[in-house]
């Protein structure tokens, strides 16, 4: 009796097919309520392919909030600054570093508008925006009377039914995977009556006044400068109605679109059906049923490929909420995180943070579950192509300040491949490592002679940077990394501090695995790597513990100091998200964990830290702290529609897709384990109230 006991008490796997359109269904999302106040904290829901995203209200349109629609393309530079200040005078700015100058991606106290302007440009541009009219006017939410709205997460449709003026009205609204579309079909007899239209809109970009180190856009578009740009009707068809040509009203880029007036004895349509493709060049939509009919089929093919989890045999209290966010943070992941050749936004295609643009040191919390979960076909829709567009302007960079390979910056987008001059943006350090840390997972996936070939450049460039930036300490015969140096955290002394802990950590890793990387291939390893990997400074610690950096007068007390210890996500990152290297010693690296325990405290735990926090508490054989990072609901909330927050302190407005993306790398870590992790579900506690069935997951680095 006793082993059958034992056994009872562990995660259980999946010994039979999951019914996965079961456990989707069980989490559609429905809003039968209107927002009470419209603000910053108001979400959408959304549909979407991952390049093309609309966000839409409790109408399944963007009829009285005035929600965004987003692409990956979609792009805009505002004017140049008017005092003076010319673009072509900025010339970043020189650092003494170790006896030379070197010019960093600085703002230039000389040339300040010019500074802004490079930080705000190129900026992600609202498309448009379609909603309804009602006898004339924009229709009201006051108008607007027993909604309830449903997004078929297995299907990928949204259907809306409300009443105005005590009629009924429908609106089913899909996305399209083929194209940047979406389709409306909308029912009501008030469209027979000619009461009820549909009302497209098309503001301008507004004027980016950069006042702090964000920006968050959540309704975007100005209607203030109609004469700034254009639109007009290329083949008017029947019923559509254009806004006055070359006027200054507000209403200059609205129109309208209505079945056409019947004609003699004909009864006016109850219905309009349309698709509304979004797209830099003149193109045939597809017809609203041609989407109507692939739009489910992609969806369902979605679901039913790559890995899955089923936690609905799970006792635990906490079981239904935990799997609610595992499913619809996969839906808003496909939605948000599955461009083609890029990352998305922090905040994904739901609203402009950081002027649209994205950030590199992000990418695996954005973007490594698409490997572990199976779903590694959305994974290479964006590597290695992103970083290969990246190359010229990293390698420019890297060269501009004296070292080889490829400089990966932190905030950019694929146009410019530029730097918004900055402090952090200047001397962040973590995202040099990360393409080497995706190749590895690509590898994972598919270990193939292909895979190494496809990623062999983009593993060359950062590791040949990686190599050349270390410098040799004469007085303790190390290579260090800065200073200027800024670490995960974001709150360190750039000129001040060195060997950052994780930084160092996974400089080490990632040399050590670029040289196995040549290996594979047969290729020599430069004599450059092993050096400096082999002679880096170890991770700086304290009374046998790791401490975030050297220098800067930091020594024990740091635990105490709570303008350091409030966010000491870096010492954490050493076990767990970063696999197993020599620079790191587990038992330092468990006493670590264990007075992180006790200090991090809930409140001023961030965004991806619980995610970090579950990893290294899985690693280190604690799944009972895993699981509490990640069902502590109260302190890391995900809202109605199943979006992130940011959480913790000073949170940025939802969502929060670094959240989202981690919290999946998360669960597949906890469920499925990491290279060498003994059993199944080693994340999870084996006390019973957790049944975890799961299909198709890889296991982590």
């Not at 003026?165 to 609204?173: I, N, R, S």
């Not at 619809?328 to 002027?355: C, D």
């Not at 809930?602 to 069902?631: C, K, Q």
Request: charged share 20%; with cysteine; aromatic share 12%.
């Amino acid at each position: 009796m006793a082993p059958f006991f034992l056994l009872s008490l562990l995660p259980s796997l999946a010994l039979a097919a999951i019914d996965r359109r079961a456990v989707v269904s069980q989490f559609n999302v429905v809003r039968s309520k209107l927002p009470e106040e419209i603000t910053n904290q108001t979400t959408p829901l959304q549909v979407s392919n991952g390049d093309f995203a609309f966000n839409l209200d409790n109408t399944g349109m963007q009829t009285f909030i005035p929600f965004n629609t987003l692409s990956s393309w979609g792009w805009h530079n505002d004017s140049l600054p008017a005092d003076g200040e010319k673009l072509s005078d900025y010339h970043v700015v020189e650092v003494l570093t170790h006896g030379r100058n070197i010019s960093y991606d600085l703002e230039d106290p000389n040339l300040p508008e010019v500074s802004k302007w490079l930080t705000a440009n190129p900026n992600r541009v609202n498309l448009g925006r379609i909603g309804l009219r009602y006898k004339g006017e924009t229709l009201a939410q006051s108008l607007i009377a027993h909604p309830r709205q449903e997004l078929d997460v297995w299907n990928g449709i949204i259907t809306s039914t409300f009443k105005v003026d005590g009629q009924d009205v429908k609106v089913v609204t899909q996305g399209d995977f083929e194209s940047d579309a979406v389709a409306f079909q909308i029912e009501s007899d008030l469209i027979s009556s000619g009461d009820l239209q549909v009302e497209l809109d098309f503001p301008y970009p507004p004027k980016h006044n950069v006042t702090s180190t964000s920006d968050f856009e959540i309704f975007m578009g100005s209607y203030k400068f109609p004469l700034n740009h254009t639109t007009s009707i290329v083949t008017s068809p029947k019923g559509s109605h254009e806004g006055p040509k070359g006027s200054s009203a507000v209403t200059a880029h609205r129109y309208t679109l209505s079945p056409a007036a019947p004609s003699h004895n004909e009864k006016r349509p109850t219905t309009v059906t349309f698709t509304a493709h979004f797209s830099l060049d003149l193109e045939l939509p597809a017809s609203p049923s041609a989407i109507q009919r692939r739009n489910p089929v992609a969806w369902n093919r979605f679901w039913s490929e790559g890995g899955f989890v089923d936690l609905t045999e799970s006792s635990n209290p906490n079981a239904t909420e935990l799997q609610r966010r595992i499913i619809m943070t996969q839906y808003y992941m496909r939605v948000n995180s599955a461009a083609t050749g890029q990352i998305p936004q922090e905040s994904g295609l739901v609203y402009n943070g950081w002027w649209g643009k994205f950030h590199l040191e992000m990418v695996v919390f954005h973007c490594a579950h698409w490997a572990t979960w199976g779903r590694q076909q959305y994974f290479d829709r964006i590597f290695p192509a992103m970083y290969e567009t990246l190359i010229p302007t990293s390698q420019a960079r890297a060269r501009r300040m004296g070292w080889e390979g490829a400089r990966w910056p932190k905030m950019t987008e694929l146009g410019t491949g530029g730097i918004g001059p900055a402090e952090t943006r200047a001397y962040l350090m973590w995202q040099q490592p990360h393409p080497v840390y995706l190749a590895h997972l690509a590898y994972e996936a598919k270990p193939s002679r292909r895979t190494l070939q496809e990623w062999i450049r983009v593993v060359t460039a950062t590791a040949d940077y990686m190599a050349s930036f270390a410098w040799y300490n004469e007085t303790s015969g190390h290579y260090d990394l800065g200073p200027p140096s800024k670490g995960v955290t974001e709150n360190s002394f750039p000129l001040e501090t060195r060997n950052l802990a994780y930084e160092i950590a996974y400089w080490r890793w990632a040399l050590d695995a670029a040289a196995g990387w040549k290996r594979k291939l047969g290729e020599p390893v430069p004599k450059k790597w092993t050096a400096v990997a082999e002679k880096l400074a170890p991770p700086p610690q304290i009374d046998g513990m790791y401490i975030p950096w050297e220098g800067s007068g930091l020594n024990s007390s740091w635990w105490e100091d709570p303008t350091l210890s409030k966010d000491p996500r870096s010492v954490i990152m050493l076990q767990g998200i970063l696999p197993d290297t020599p620079a790191v010693d587990p038992e330092v690296g468990l006493k670590t964990s264990n007075k992180m325990w006790e200090v991090w405290t809930d409140t001023n735990i961030r965004g991806w830290g619980r995610s970090v926090l579950a990893i290294n508490s899985a690693r280190i054989g604690n799944p009972e702290r895993a699981i509490y990072h990640m069902t502590n609901y109260g302190y890391w909330p995900f809202d109605d529609a199943g979006m992130p927050t940011r959480s913790g302190p000073n949170p940025s407005p939802p969502p929060y897709f670094p959240g989202g993306g981690s919290f999946l790398y998360a669960i597949g870590y906890m469920v499925a384990g990491w290279q060498g992790s003994k059993g199944d579900a080693p994340g999870f506690p084996k006390d019973g109230t957790w049944v975890v069935k799961h299909e198709g997951l890889l296991k982590a680095l």
